[in-house]
T-cell receptor
Framework: NAGVMQNPRHLVRRRGQEARLRCSPM?????VYWYRQLPEEGLKFMVY????????ESGMPKERFSAEFPKEGPSILRIQQVVRGDSAAYFC??????????????FGPGTRLTVT | AQSVTQLGSHVSVSEGALVLLRCNYS??????LFWYVQYPNQGLQLLLK??????LVKGINGFEAEFKKSETSFHLTKPSAHMSDAAEYFC????????FGTGTRLLVSP
């Protein structure tokens, strides 16, 4: 069973460009979470999505950031007009259910975004 | 609101020595608690979790953690460190939205 897939693994963008990060959850998982890890810091929650729905986006910056998880295809985290402060590792996690159970989240390898 | 504090950004041990990584949490509801390990340039791997029931939780690679409500702690231990245990360790609290500590880097010397 393949794990959580993220691509690209490394992404370089110039200031002002758009960054698009993709996440394919584990098979059978319908819940996706995005986290950001700045250098020498822990992970910070950004957004929680189910298929076609944003459940909690309390950690998303108000501007330039958006996320989606369409009915078909991977979840996408989009950052418009990137700035140097967006340079970080972005991790996606998935879980089978958020109802009951322990909501065990499985993490992908991350996308390391560098803004030049 | 929930939060996690990991005491000690770096912990150094000798191979074969006891590993103790500290985690204290704050939560207004019964917490779900997790320990994750991160190797360089990789994602996070779940070591163990506490939800309800037995307060001593055993995880992978010989790690275990004990939930102590009175001390609001969930410290991670391993009786004997291996070189392969060198990594970054994160404590987290939450259900859907995980709140992570700042991490503890474990260094293991021969």
């Amino acid at each position: 069973n393949a794990g959580v897939m993220q691509n690209p693994r490394h992404l370089v963008r110039r200031r002002g460009q758009e960054a698009r990060l993709r996440c394919s959850p584990m098979k059978g998982h319908s819940h996706v979470y995005w986290y950001r890890q700045l250098p020498e810091e822990g992970l910070k929650f950004m957004v929680y999505l189910q298929k076609e729905n944003i459940i909690d986006e309390s950690g998303m910056p108000k501007e330039r950031f958006s996320a989606e998880f369409p009915k078909e295809g991977p979840s996408i985290l989009r950052i418009q007009q990137v700035v140097r402060g967006d340079s970080a590792a972005y991790f996606c996690a998935s879980s089978p259910t958020a109802q009951g159970g322990s909501n065990e989240q499985y993490f992908g390898p991350g996308t390391r975004l560098t803004v030049t | 609101a929930q939060s996690v504090t990991q005491l000690g950004s770096h912990v150094s041990v000798s191979e074969g020595a006891l590993v103790l990584l500290r985690c204290n949490y704050s939560s207004s509801v019964p917490p779900y608690l997790f320990w994750y390990v991160q190797y360089p340039n990789q994602g996070l791997q779940l070591l163990l979790k506490y939800t309800t029931g037995a307060t001593l939780v055993k995880g992978i690679n010989g790690f275990e953690a004990e939930f102590k409500k009175s001390e609001t702690s969930f410290h991670l231990t391993k009786p004997s460190a291996h070189m392969s245990d060198a990594a970054e360790y994160f404590c987290a609290v939450g259900f859907q939205k995980l709140v992570f500590g700042t991490g503890t880097r474990l260094l293991v010397s021969p």
